[in-house]
């Protein structure tokens, strides 16, 4: 059976999810992309979806609506289409919106919150999903499917966790970004080698460990660094200095700090 997968807002999270999906025969797609010029670019890349500017008919129980607009233009966007809408599965990426408010603008309960992250878009992301009690076992198969396309899929057991998982799973990127400028800064101002020399090395590194810590997957992390740690060596000089300056301690403030900011936004757009 071939399903009606309807895109509300053709952006950058949106053309992820998209793009891995469009040669599968499982489901229809439908962009609704009201900005002309992005509409015809996406017509243009992707000849077998459908791209219309608006949604103009109603959507039917079996259909499947993902809502990839941006939170602050959330509440008008889905008042203006609310009568299409209240009887189709609904999917949200939106960061910081609860199922509660999003229920509440529609007149659907039947609403799953997702959490992608920015690797999604090269499908090596991490989406975390929540379905309430009201979403059949075959309905969430059915979004896994969708989201295991970009990446892995986390299940959330509560919508809390939704919130909870950003400062992992999507922050953290950031975070392993800052810690690269930072290698990037000494070896060029202590140790001489040109900006876009430690550039090429880092990312190298952090590339490279990734796929050690890929190919030996029963190895812990912690193993691993042992691993390159050896006793009385000059890794362990490092590993000693970021102990002594607490770096540990400074992660947890770092990601506490986050998911509070996250909690102050939610507060902002529900
Ligand atoms: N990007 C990420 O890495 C990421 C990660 C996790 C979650 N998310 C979530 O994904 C959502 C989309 O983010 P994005 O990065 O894809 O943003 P984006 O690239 O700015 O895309 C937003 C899209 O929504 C469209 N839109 C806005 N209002 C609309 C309306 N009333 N009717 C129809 N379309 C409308 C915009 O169209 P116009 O171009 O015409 O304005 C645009 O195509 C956000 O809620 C964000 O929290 C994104």
């Known amino acids: ?126 989406t975390a999903i929540f379905a309430p009690s009201i979403i059949s076992a075959q309905e969430q198969q059915l979004i896994n499917l969708i989201f295991s396309t970009i990446g892995i899929v986390y299940t959330a057991q ?26 990037i800064s000494a070896a060029v101002n202590e140790f001489g080698f040109s900006q876009q020399q430690a550039d090429v090395l880092i990312r190298q590194v952090v590339s490279g460990s990734s796929a050690l810590l890929s190919a030996n997957p029963d190895i812990s992390i912690s193993e691993q660094r042992a691993r390159v740690t050896s006793k009385k060596g000059a890794t362990e000089q490092g590993v000693l200095t970021f102990e002594r300056e607490k770096l540990h301690e400074i992660t947890k403030q770092a990601m506490q700090n986050c998911y509070l900011r996250i909690l102050e936004m939610a507060k902002e757009f529900n």
Request: aromatic letters at 8%; proline letters at 5%; glycine letters at 6%.
């Open 158 to 183: 509560t919508e809390g966790e939704i919130d909870k998982i950003v400062p992992l799973s999507s922050s953290a990127i950031g975070f392993v970004y800052y810690f690269m400028e930072g290698f």
């Open 1 to 126: 059976m071939t399903t009606k997968l309807v895109f509300l807002g053709g952006g950058n999270m949106a053309e992820a999810i998209f793009a891995g999906l469009v040669n599968n025969s499982q489901f229809a797609i439908e962009v609704i992309q009201r900005n002309p010029e992005k509409a015809a670019r996406l017509q243009n890349d992707y000849p077998s979806i459908k791209v219309n500017p608006t949604l103009d008919y109603k959507l039917n129980q079996d259909d499947i609506l993902l809502l990839a607009i941006k939170p602050q233009q959330a509440k008008e966007a889905c008042l203006a289409i609310k009568n299409k809408i209240h009887d189709c599965l609904v999917v949200s990426v939106m960061a910081g919106l609860s199922i509660a408010s999003i229920s509440s603008w529609i007149d659907n309960p039947r609403i799953i919150r997702t959490m992608p992250n920015t690797p999604s878009s090269v499908a090596q992301g991490i």
